[in-house]
């Protein structure tokens, strides 16, 4: 059974900082990971997708990177800004018989500091 | 349209009243999914619809939920007899056919009073 998990659960860094999140599963048979935002009361905003033949992705300040055989995906988040505060999550894509199905990890809380 | 759209944004009810929440997916993407996210909570599974095939139920949690989803396009999450329990917020996302990509709307908030 696929599992997803995120750690650290929260995370407090001065405005400036670069960091790093993880996001770790348990199958390496994934279609692709996908990272999001999430704003208090809001949905989920697609931040990176990474397919499963791929190593990385970049946008902007974000950095996504998938190592499937250690079943491990990093998120780094340059130069971070107090307007990178939020939750993410990571979301594992599994493919069979025509179907996506999604597992999602329990996601990081992301506060930087001004 | 250009993004998942979810209507309303919010809605306060009362327990034992019937609600439904509407989900209008990307424009051409065939799969469309439900799910809850209770305060503090991470998402739970609810129903996935693909195309014209038999939806997945399995994530409903009791009888008094249930979805259709009309012309592979817009879908209908209806909740009957509320319960103070069901309070959460609703996500809706649809998916790309080829890449997976998932996009979410911004959500149905419910409150059962």
């Known amino acids: 059974k696929q599992e997803v998990t995120q750690i650290p659960a929260a995370l407090s860094v001065p405005e400036g900082e670069n960091l790093v999140l993880n996001c770790s599963f348990t199958?390496?048979?994934?279609?692709?990971l996908q990272w999001f935002r999430q704003d208090p009361g809001k949905g989920l905003t697609s931040l990176l997708l990474?397919?499963?033949?791929?190593r990385e992705q970049t946008s902007g300040r974000l950095n996504a990177s998938l190592d499937k055989s250690s079943g491990r995906s990093t998120l780094y988040i340059a130069a971070s800004q107090p307007g990178d505060s939020a939750t993410y999550l990571c979301?594992?894509?599994?493919?069979?018989?025509?179907?996506?199905?999604?597992?999602f990890g329990t996601g990081t809380r992301l506060k930087v500091l001004a | 349209g250009a993004g998942v759209s979810q209507s309303p944004s919010n809605k306060v009810t009362e327990k034992g009243k019937d609600v439904e929440l509407r989900c209008d997916p990307i424009?051409?993407?065939?799969?469309l999914y439900w799910y809850r996210q209770s305060l503090g909570q991470g998402l739970e599974f609810l129903i996935y619809?693909?195309?014209?095939?038999?939806?997945?139920k399995s994530g409903l949690p009791s009888d008094r939920f249930s979805a259709e989803r009309t012309g592979g396009s817009v879908s209908t999450l209806t909740i009957q007899r509320t319960q103070q329990e069901d309070s959460a917020v609703y996500l809706c996302?649809?998916?790309?056919?080829?890449?997976?990509?998932?996009?979410f709307g911004e959500g149905s908030r419910l409150t059962v009073l």
């Open positions: 199958d390496s048979a994934i279609y692709n």
């Open positions: 619809f693909q195309g014209n095939s038999a939806p997945d």
């Open positions: 990474i397919q499963s033949s791929q």
């Open positions: 979301a594992v894509a599994l493919f069979f018989a025509g179907t996506y199905k999604y597992i």
């Open positions: 996302a649809s998916s790309h056919r080829y890449t997976g990509e998932l996009f």
């Open positions: 424009s051409g993407h065939t799969a």
